[in-house]
């Protein structure tokens, strides 16, 4: 079916590139794209794949927006926290071209339930801010033979990657053991929004040049520093150990040499602290973060000097470490139990499940 009048004027700057014309704009919507991730970097694709007339758009995202949030996913504004971000993108992305299709797929994605949500989409953009989704993603693509193009972002940093299962390097051959690594999303990291806003301009762009035909980053590694404007691209190769697509068998933690944690839930530590038997906790977060919420009785700890000379602790202590999530705490358990400390553990989920699970005057951030 030929583009009607609105969208030959909608798409007019699109189809004057010689490379696009009509033709172009109709494989454009004929084209199906999920979206994994609706937040730093999800919010922004999810906006430049409708305005560009990408037919069919699924949003996969889990929960609602957090003040935090608004530095950077520019799709919502203060009036939104607390709703769902699936909703909200889904209203906005509509607002924006009301001749897409949008599918809201709200809850979290997980290895178990993401390859049937996947084989209705031709790509997928890989939007999401942990090692364990991203893991994921790499098998359920490997296993549906879906190409997708992989988008992070960290501090000043960023990096971007199209993975085409079988007939190139997956994200294992980068980052063998990747569902071991712990997550140290952007809310522990930290994140400038412009460069979210930068990977993801690029991450939309790689998605509409697989839909067009175009050259990619297939194959490819993009390692983007935006604080010292370097950026370098990498010719990736498959690994014949790698754990997800390589022909050589090979457990996961060897490559890391992982060492499993010794957690302890928020009720656990919270019925300690109420019978007075509660182990030392140390907190590894910032001061300001101190300040701003805390487990009760705590102290800070630096998280170099815990790891480097053990900031004052003993051996045959018993610690409890926490941080925003778990990835700092995971850290220093690890610099700690090579150094002989038998009684670590690790707060589950960190302040932000004791928020979440103990203490709900805590503030979110």
């Known amino acids: 079916m030929p583009l009607t009048r609105e969208e030959l004027i909608r798409y007019s700057r699109q189809l004057v590139i010689p490379a696009i014309g009509p033709a172009g704009q109709q494989k454009l919507k004929a084209a199906k794209v999920a979206v994994i991730g609706a937040g730093g970097l999800g919010s922004l694709v999810l906006g430049y794949l409708a305005g560009a007339g990408v037919g069919e758009i699924g949003v996969f995202d889990s929960g609602p927006v957090e003040l935090s949030n608004l530095h950077r996913q520019l799709i919502y504004g203060t009036g939104d926290v607390g709703r769902l971000k699936t909703e909200l993108a889904g209203k906005r992305m509509l607002e924006i071209n009301p001749g897409i299709k949008v599918n809201l ?16 989409y031709d790509y997928i ?49 980068l980052a063998p053991g ?67 697509c390589g022909t050589k068998t090979r457990r996961d933690k060897e490559f890391l040499g992982a060492v499993s944690l010794n957690l302890i839930t928020p009720e656990e530590l919270k019925a300690r602290i109420d019978s007075g038997t509660a182990p030392r906790v140390l907190d590894l977060r910032y001061a300001w973060e101190h300040d701003l919420c805390h487990i009760p009785g705590d102290a800070l700890a630096d998280l170099e000097e815990l790891a480097n000379s053990g900031a004052g602790t003993r ?51």
């Open 178 to 244: 990747a569902e071991l690594q712990e997550n140290e999303a952007c809310a522990e990291a930290g994140v400038m929004g412009p460069a979210a806003g930068a990977v993801a301009s690029m991450q939309a762009l790689e998605v509409l040049k697989l839909i067009l035909g175009f050259e990619t980053l297939k194959g490819k590694f993009a390692m983007l520093d935006f604080q010292a404007a370097d950026f370098t691209v990498v010719e990736l190769k498959k690994r014949e150990d790698c754990p997800a």
């Open 105 to 120: 797929c709200e809850g979290l994605l997980t290895a178990a339930n993401i390859n049937p949500a996947l084989p209705g």
């Open 315 to 365: 051996p045959e202590e018993e610690l409890v470490l926490y941080c925003k999530g778990q990835s700092k705490s995971a850290s220093a358990f690890r610099a700690l139990r090579k150094k002989g400390y038998g009684k670590v553990l690790v707060l589950e989920g960190g302040i932000d499940a004791w928020a979440e699970r103990i203490d709900a005057g805590m503030p979110r951030y």
């Open 125 to 173: 953009a890989d939007c999401t801010d942990n090692f364990l989704a991203r893991a994921a993603i790499n098998k359920a693509c490997l296993e549906l033979k879906k190409t997708y193009v992989h988008g992070a972002v960290y501090q000043f940093e960023g990096q971007l990657a199209v993975f085409e299962p079988h007939s190139g390097p997956c994200l294992g051959c």
